[in-house]
């Protein structure tokens, strides 16, 4: 290598010697007269400047030597079929040594001949042959060590998972009624301060050698052939990246066509591959991008938009499917997933992305992430559009908490993690910061007050309560459908208890308040009055002693009192057949609601019975059930499984 300098350098000063010939000669053309000391140096100069063109040519023939040992080694790894590389460092540090003689010999050449000269010069042309040979097999080399070199990519090393396996079934409201599931599918983790992890993409000894051939490429003016095959290398292994994250290649046409449990995967899928691709695979594929061409200005970013554009487009073309489709309730979740991911993941593909070729990109993901943002609004809305529309024709069987509640009340329970988002989401410039007093609107009471407080409604809070109100309306008219009043009211009662409940034990509690817990606690007690009133105040009629005596006279008729206590009978019989069948599925209320009854029915049948015995007008085969008997009977109701008291006898 230390002739191979010493020829160089001895090169480098003749060139420079004819550079500044060359401007003495062009200086005398505006010259017309000179003195007799100018002309004998001018002179002089001719002299050497002929014997310079004498060496000129001597030059070549050494160069032409030169050539001809380089041109044997280059061409005879043409001939052997073997990578270069894989034969060890020796023969490629020999290799790049005669590339590197090649190109400046090729560069010596071109300095020596004029312009006009070049393309008839054939040491010239074959110098340049030379080298184009070894640029294709540096570029054939450069793109081999790549792609063996490739460190294989294991996601499940990454502390990200996609919680598929807690999978559980969605609901879905439908036009046909009341078909809905009544849990929500719990909410995917998704960590907001998972650590950025940069592994190897190739294998780290190999960095150097793939620098070396990026130098002698780009000192070659090959720079474009060595980027595109670097562009080219890493695009498939971005491909590849994606294919072991399960992330296929969707056209939004495929995505608006598939049925919502495969989407379901499809977007859980996305979301945990997202996160995964940009801060594991993205940030190692710039970090690559970084070691190889990091010398060489801004081609480091360059090549990396170039390789990675293309995967990114495809991952965010999905999201933008997803948002343009239909605004079903059920996708509402899965929605606020994914804007929350991309929004957590957009600061590092700004970072990613920063230079002016990677601004195609960080637009997409921002046009993109608002797209999903618009999609969450318009998919809220749709949803209350869909409870307001859920219609029954037939009642809902024993009065328990209807689908539609418990759907409901779970959906909006599930939407408070995603609070933050949602307040962002769902702001109405002209209801923003809207204050009002009104006990429907007003979430919390000033405890210190006489009155109620004014503050700020958050834009979840206001639509939390429209979509309540709505769905309250809705259980109205299903209530309506109920022949039997108590029934009716028993209905309200649950389903407004389920509701009071379910915001007092979660996170709705501080967004709703504790004022409208009451004012829903005062509406199920109302509705437990009316049930209780409409099921027990008939058969305790026949448990008064008025109109039970004789006419004109002071004396009890112990017919009319029999005839009064088998009325009574058959009213708690047919309670008993019906209310057994009636269903309250709180336990606490259910039996709060059998003390009631116990201490309004059996106590006035106790005393009733008791009275009219100790007087003789009732004997003991009047008497078809003791009070211990109707209060163990009082044990079935609202078990929502019917039976029946008429095979029962006192015995």
């Known amino acids: 290598m230390g002739d191979c300098k010493s ?25 017309k007269n000179l003195t007799s000391d100018v002309r004998k140096i001018l002179v002089d100069l001719g002299t050497q400047l002929c014997s310079i063109k004498i060496s000129e040519n001597k030059d070549e023939e050494v160069l032409s030597e030169r050539l001809d040992v380089v041109q044997d080694k280059i061409m005879n790894w043409e001939v052997d079929q073997s990578m270069i590389w894989d034969c060890g460092s020796e023969e490629a540090n020999e290799y790049v040594k005669a590339v590197d003689e090649a190109r400046r010999l090729t560069e010596s050449l071109e300095s020596l001949l004029l312009s006009t000269d070049r393309e008839e010069n054939g040491l010239l042309c074959r110098a340049h042959d030379v080298l184009q040979t070894a640029m294709v097999r540096l570029e054939e080399e450069f793109r081999h060590i790549l792609v063996q070199n490739r460190q294989p990519f294991e996601p499940e090393h990454v502390s990200f998972r996609s919680s598929e396996e807690d999978v559980v079934d969605e609901g879905s409201i439908t036009s046909s009624g009341d078909e809905l599931f009544d849990e929500m599918l719990p909410r995917d983790s998704v960590s907001r301060s998972s650590e950025e992890f940069i592994v190897d993409l190739v294998h780290p000894a190999v960095v150097p050698d793939l620098k070396c051939i990026v130098n002698l490429m780009f000192d070659s003016k090959y720079d474009q052939e060595c980027t595109q095959t670097f562009v080219s290398v890493q695009k498939d292994s971005l491909d590849d990246c994606l294919f072991v994250l399960e992330v296929e290649k969707l056209s939004i046409e495929d995505v608006l066509k598939m049925e919502w449990d495969a989407l379901n995967s499809k977007i859980r899928r996305w979301i945990w591959a997202m996160k995964i691709f940009v801060r594991v695979y993205l940030a190692s594929e710039k970090r690559l991008s970084d070691q190889i061409f990091g010398d060489l200005n801004s081609l480091n970013s360059a090549c990396f938009v170039e390789a990675s554009k293309a995967s990114m ?8 499917a997803i948002a343009i489709g239909p605004h079903q309730p059920e996708k509402l979740i899965r929605v606020l997933d994914m804007y929350e991911v991309l929004a957590d993941l957009r600061p590092d593909i700004d970072a990613l992305y920063s230079s002016e070729m990677g601004s195609c990109v960080r637009t997409e993901c921002q046009d993109v992430l608002k797209r999903l943002g618009y999609c969450v609004k318009a998919t809220f809305i749709e949803f209350e559009k869909a409870v307001a529309s859920n219609v029954s024709t037939n009642p809902f069987a024993g009065g328990g908490i209807h689908l539609l509640t418990n759907y409901v009340m779970n959906y909006i329970r599930t939407l408070t993690d995603y609070s933050e988002t949602l307040d962002l989401l769902l702001k109405d410039p002209d209801k923003e910061d809207a204050v009002s007093s009104s006990p429907d609107l007003d979430p919390y009471e000033d405890d210190n007050a006489s009155g109620r407080s004014s503050f700020c409604v958050s834009p979840m809070a206001r639509h939390f309560r429209s979509l309540i109100s709505i769905l309250e309306c809705n259980l109205e008219d299903k209530a309506k459908l109920y022949k039997d009043d108590a029934l009716r009211h028993l209905f309200l009662m649950n ?4 509701m009071a409940e379910k915001v007092k034990g979660c996170e709705l509690r501080t967004i709703l308040g504790d004022d409208w817990i009451r004012k829903h606690n005062g509406k199920f007690q109302q509705h437990e009055m009316s049930y209780q009133r409409a099921t027990w105040s008939s058969i305790l009629s026949f448990l008064k002693d008025e109109g039970i005596n004789h006419p004109g006279s002071n004396s009890i008729s112990r017919t009319l009192l029999k005839e009064r206590l088998q009325s009574f009978y058959l009213g708690f019989e047919e309670i008993y057949k019906s209310q057994t069948g009636w269903l309250i599925p709180d ?7 059998r003390i009631s009854a116990s201490l309004k029915v059996i106590q006035a049948y106790r005393t009733f019975v008791g009275r009219h015995s100790k007087s003789n007008h009732l004997s003991d085969r009047n008497i078809k059930y003791s009070a211990d008997d109707l209060q163990n009977y009082l044990l079935d109701l609202y078990e929502g499984s019917p039976r029946s008291l008429h095979s029962f006898h006192r015995k």
């Open 7 to 31: 020829v160089n350098s001895l090169l480098e000063e003749e060139e420079d010697l004819i550079a500044a010939a060359h401007l003495i000669a062009k200086a005398l053309k505006t010259r």
């Open 313 to 320: 487009f495809q991952l965010l073309n999905f999201g933008a």
């Open 495 to 498: 389903n407004i208890h389920y």
């Open 587 to 593: 336990s606490q209320l259910r039996e709060d609601l």
